[in-house]
């Protein structure tokens, strides 16, 4: 069996690393793939968001499905375009997307739907925007309504910071068109988890919760990155908690998807804020998270590739067995010098040797003319270990990425460390 896999991440090459672990008889090829996933099957130089190339090369090379994993292919429509060419595709159409591509629909939809969610409203005149930042007092959290790369939200700790984000989005032209409306929004206090849930439309495999660590310094400070490492599991997602996710949100959020016409298959990720009054949805994901991804495949005991397949060929997963996890993971990231501000590529890296329980993924790698592998990126690797308990995945997760050697490498060393804090107060 051939899978096509759409982007060139850690992410990406995860979900081909699962795929092959389900079934080593699985060819992958993947465009642009990376490196990484080179060792694992074949790529192809297309660009992720070259639609018709990847509906040519699908057919071409017959692969029996598609899988997408970033959100700009997703957005651009690269699932209702292989659909009307009857390719099977695992991934939700645009219009589905916008749960993630548009913060207004997402808003809207979850109020409409009773989702547990901070209260917002959107505007795009800058006078009435700052007259809500008023009304709601600070802390408030300002957004970009459009895709911005992870940085088109502002929580601003003070009005003068929101007054800032409301100039520069709407009168200004920080992140574009993105930018041009924007949502006021309530802010909530609690910790952040990432669930994600596999589904069909109607009916869903959740998986467990990750949590994952975006500022780029240690004891979480410092500027926002796309991620600086994740783990998994998470001891605050309790089955109370998993039960209240999949009853309020999920289920309501893939029956209003339905209802508005535009059912959501593929992987849905909720982005959700652990509040006293119980678990609000902070943003929703039309695809699978980075780095929480290379996060928790390597713990799924069960076969991701039966209802991935199952989803793309747009058959139900009914009755379909939950996931299966065995183990703790923590995956950190090895980031480039500079990161997250601008980064230089081309540094020669050097990998040291495999190590039972530990995968590095690549995420910003590429080899240069001479063959030599080199940083192309602000996030070069994803270093998940796997062990028994989280504080021996963090000792080895941590010893791997540290003899990840290139000039200016940063890595945080404390991934999972709100939970090894929990752990050790519980006597
Ligand atoms: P988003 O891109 O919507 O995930 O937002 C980025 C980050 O901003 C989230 O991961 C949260 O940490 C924070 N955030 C977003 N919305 C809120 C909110 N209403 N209250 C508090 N923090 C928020
Ligand atoms: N880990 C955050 C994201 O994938 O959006």
């Given at each position: 069996?051939?899978?096509?896999?759409?982007?060139?991440?850690?992410?990406?090459?995860?979900?081909?690393?699962?795929?092959?672990?389900?079934?080593?008889?699985?060819?992958?090829?993947?465009?642009?793939?990376?490196?990484?996933?080179?060792?694992?099957?074949?790529?192809?130089?297309?660009?992720?968001?070259?639609?018709?190339?990847?509906?040519?090369?699908?057919?071409?090379?017959?692969?029996?499905?598609?899988?997408?994993?970033?959100?700009?292919?997703?957005?651009?429509?690269?699932?209702?375009?292989?659909?009307?060419?009857?390719?099977?595709?695992?991934?939700?159409?645009?219009?589905?997307?916008?749960?993630?591509?548009?913060?207004?629909?997402?808003?809207?939809?979850?109020?409409?739907?009773?989702?547990?969610?901070?209260?917002?409203?959107?505007?795009?005149?800058?006078?009435?925007?700052?007259?809500?930042?008023?009304?709601?007092?600070?802390?408030?959290?300002?957004?970009?309504?459009?895709?911005?790369?992870?940085?088109?939200?502002?929580?601003?700790?003070?009005?003068?910071?929101?007054?800032?984000?409301?100039?520069?989005?709407?009168?200004?032209?920080?992140?574009?068109?993105a930018g041009h409306e924007v949502l006021v929004e309530e802010f909530m206090e609690g910790?952040?988890?990432?669930?994600?849930?596999?589904?069909?439309?109607?009916?869903?495999?959740?998986?467990?919760?990750?949590?994952?660590?975006?500022?780029?310094?240690?004891?979480?400070?410092?500027?926002?990155?796309?991620?600086?490492?994740?783990?998994?599991?998470?001891?605050?997602?309790?089955?109370?908690?998993?039960?209240?996710?999949?009853?309020?949100?999920?289920?309501?959020?893939?029956?209003?998807?339905?209802?508005?016409?535009?059912?959501?298959?593929?992987?849905?990720?909720?982005?959700?804020?652990?509040?006293?009054?119980?678990?609000?949805?902070?943003?929703?994901?039309?695809?699978?998270?980075?780095?929480?991804?290379?996060?928790?495949?390597?713990?799924?005991?069960?076969?991701?590739?039966?209802?991935?397949?199952?989803?793309?060929?747009?058959?139900?997963?009914?009755?379909?067995?939950?996931?299966?996890?065995?183990?703790?993971?923590?995956?950190?990231?090895?980031?480039?010098?500079?990161?997250?501000?601008?980064?230089?590529?081309?540094?020669?890296?050097?990998?040291?040797?495999?190590?039972?329980?530990?995968?590095?993924?690549?995420?910003?790698?590429?080899?240069?003319?001479?063959?030599?592998?080199?940083?192309?990126?602000?996030?070069?690797?994803?270093?998940?270990?796997?062990?028994?308990?989280?504080?021996?995945?963090?000792?080895?997760?941590?010893?791997?990425?540290?003899?990840?050697?290139?000039?200016?490498?940063?890595?945080?060393?404390?991934?999972?460390?709100?939970?090894?804090?929990?752990?050790?107060?519980?006597?």
């Amino acid at each position: 069996m051939k899978i096509l896999v759409v982007g060139g991440g850690g992410r990406e090459h995860a979900l081909a690393w699962k795929l092959r672990r389900d079934d080593p008889r699985v060819e992958i090829i993947a465009a642009p793939g990376n490196p990484g996933i080179a060792a694992l099957g074949r790529c192809v130089p297309l660009k992720a968001t070259d639609i018709a190339g990847l509906a040519a090369l699908a057919r071409s090379e017959g692969v029996s499905f598609t899988v997408v994993g970033p959100e700009a292919p997703l957005d651009a429509g690269i699932v209702d375009h292989f659909r009307q060419q009857g390719l099977a595709v695992f991934g939700p159409s645009a219009a589905a997307a916008r749960i993630e591509t548009s913060k207004r629909f997402a808003k809207d939809l979850m109020l409409a739907a009773g989702v547990p969610t901070a209260s917002a409203r959107t505007f795009t005149d800058a006078e009435a925007a700052r007259a809500d930042v008023r009304r709601l007092g600070a802390p408030v959290v300002v957004k970009a309504s459009g895709l911005a790369a992870g940085k088109g939200v502002i929580v601003a700790m003070t009005i003068a910071e929101a007054d800032d984000a409301i100039a520069m989005m709407l009168e200004g032209n920080a992140f574009g068109e993105a930018g041009h409306e924007v949502l006021v929004e309530e802010f909530m206090e609690g910790e952040e988890i990432s669930v994600f849930a596999l589904t069909d439309g109607t009916h869903i495999l959740p998986m467990i919760a990750a949590q994952d660590h975006k500022r780029i310094g240690e004891g979480d400070t410092g500027p926002n990155t796309g991620g600086m490492g994740a783990y998994a599991p998470v001891s605050i997602e309790t089955p109370a908690i998993t039960g209240l996710t999949v009853d309020r949100v999920f289920e309501p959020t893939l029956r209003a998807l339905r209802d508005a016409g535009c059912p959501f298959t593929g992987l849905l990720y909720a982005g959700l804020m652990l509040t006293a009054d119980g678990p609000k949805v902070v943003e929703f994901n039309c695809r699978f998270g980075d780095p929480e991804t290379e996060a928790l495949l390597p713990l799924l005991t069960s076969s991701l590739l039966e209802p991935m397949r199952a989803v793309a060929n747009g058959d139900s997963i009914a009755g379909a067995a939950p996931f299966a996890w065995s183990g703790a993971a923590v995956t950190t990231v090895v980031a480039a010098g500079g990161y997250p501000g601008t980064v230089r590529g081309g540094s020669a890296i050097t990998l040291p040797p495999d190590e039972e329980g530990v995968t590095v993924f690549h995420a910003g790698t590429a080899r240069d003319a001479s063959g030599t592998l080199v940083t192309a990126g602000g996030r070069v690797f994803a270093v998940t270990a796997v062990g028994g308990t989280l504080a021996d995945a963090q000792r080895r997760s941590v010893a791997h990425a540290e003899r990840v050697s290139f000039e200016g490498r940063r890595l945080r060393r404390d991934i999972g460390w709100r939970e090894l804090a929990r752990s050790a107060r519980t006597p």
